[in-house]
């Protein structure tokens, strides 16, 4: 009897292969079906391969962050001593957010916020959202409402040390209450971080420094609210204050800011532990053109000759400061060189610096349309006798 042929291995695998894909489709058609569209997909189809950032309203921090800035629908902590400029980076992030045509909301748990401080960062507080809650539920509940409204582009807590839960409120002083809000700030974590990303949101969580008891070896300071925040952050940032900044002139034994470090302890979406040193001015905050100079300089953007400082074979300036005082004066060639800057480290694209470029220029050319002329001018007559009576008396 003649034996049977058998399968070649090819076969055997092609319709195995046909089988399994056959099995698949009819689940994710179900999966769709129980749980609506979107609820699976293939990560190549759908998901954006660049993660979408927006600037945190420092140059120095956006290089340090590796993306370019703060990831959009991701959790961000920010964490340090007290005085070190936690705030102050925040608000830089809330103005940035207003800039790019943002909603930013502010829940003010500390009820510490300074609104005249605030508006000398940039912040416009007529559009800020802010809210003051009775008690850390309260806060934390207000930030999921305005998260899934999905017309918030920013958030700011400040601070988790003091989102105080309902219990402790309502309890006597001394009570202990073990783990409350750490149990807490686990069940927000949960509950916030699938919508945070469906909305790309950025939630920017401000904490405080406490320090462990009977810690002999490592470093004893921790963060209170518990571990959910620091598993769910995809950025933390240590800011720490250094040295005092002195002034100039009448103001040279006078303390106008601090030399301030903020360094990247985890990052998800760039490699980490990348630092920015920014100098904070009292009164109004990170100094973007002081850092522009010193980055630019050190790229060789700006050129440095002993004490002086020129761009594009002009000299904008004798000594740091009064390099700074032109490029605040200067707003066009300000941003040009931060162009240039965020180009270097690949923050933009060549073709997003030019569309900035030719936007810079029209609207330059706008402004300088509507600047008044004195031709064809009923007044221009007038000026012209006022200069020859001028000339007469000075004959």
């Known amino acids: 009897m003649a034996k049977k042929a058998s399968k070649k291995p090819e076969e055997i695998k092609k319709k195995f292969g046909e089988e399994r894909e056959k099995a698949l489709g009819e689940a994710l058609k179900k999966i769709e079906k129980d749980f609506g569209k979107g609820a699976i997909m293939r990560l190549g189809e759908h998901a954006e391969q660049k993660v979408q950032v927006m600037s945190s309203g420092s140059l120095a921090l956006d290089i340090a962050l590796g993306a370019g800035g703060y990831p959009k629908g991701r959790i961000i902590e920010i964490y340090g001593p007290e005085s070190s400029g936690k705030t102050t980076v925040a608000l830089h992030a809330v103005a940035q957010a207003q800039k790019e045509g943002g909603i930013a909301a502010f829940i003010d748990a500390e009820h510490a916020l300074d609104p ?39 958030v700011v807590v400040d601070s988790v040390a003091a989102l105080v839960p309902r219990a402790e409120i309502d309890g006597d002083i001394g009570d202990s209450h073990v783990g409350l809000q750490a149990r807490m700030m686990s069940q927000a974590m949960r509950k916030l971080g699938a919508s945070i990303n469906k909305t790309k949101t950025i939630a920017i969580f401000i904490n405080q420094l406490r320090e462990k008891v009977g810690v002999m070896f490592g470093n004893p300071e921790t963060t209170p609210g518990g571990r959910a925040l620091k598993f769910y952050a995809s950025v933390r940032l240590d800011v720490r204050g250094n040295t005092q900044i002195k002034g100039t002139g009448d103001q040279k034994d006078t303390n106008v800011g601090k030399e301030t470090k903020i360094k990247v302890v985890k990052n998800k979406v760039a490699p980490p532990f990348k630092e920015a040193n920014v100098e904070i001015i009292y009164g109004e905050g990170i100094s973007q053109t002081g850092e522009l100079l010193k980055i630019a300089s050190d790229l060789d953007i700006v050129k440095k000759a002993g004490s002086w400082y020129s761009y594009n074979d002009e000299k904008i300036g004798q000594g740091s400061e009064n390099a700074k005082k032109y490029l605040a004066e200067h707003p066009e060639i300000f941003e040009e060189i931060d162009r240039k800057v965020r180009l270097h480290y690949g923050m933009i694209t060549e073709e997003e610096a030019e569309k900035a470029e030719n936007k810079s220029q029209s609207a330059k050319k706008a402004e300088d349309d509507k600047a008044p002329s004195i031709e064809n001018e009923e007044g221009a007559d007038e000026l012209v006798l006022d200069l020859e009576d001028t000339i007469e008396i000075e004959e």
């Open 116 to 154: 005249a401080y605030a508006a000398a960062l940039g912040v416009n507080i007529d559009e800020l959202l802010l809210s003051q809650p009775d008690s850390g539920e309260q806060g934390l509940e207000i930030a999921e409402k305005l998260i899934d409204s999905g017309a918030i582009d920013l």
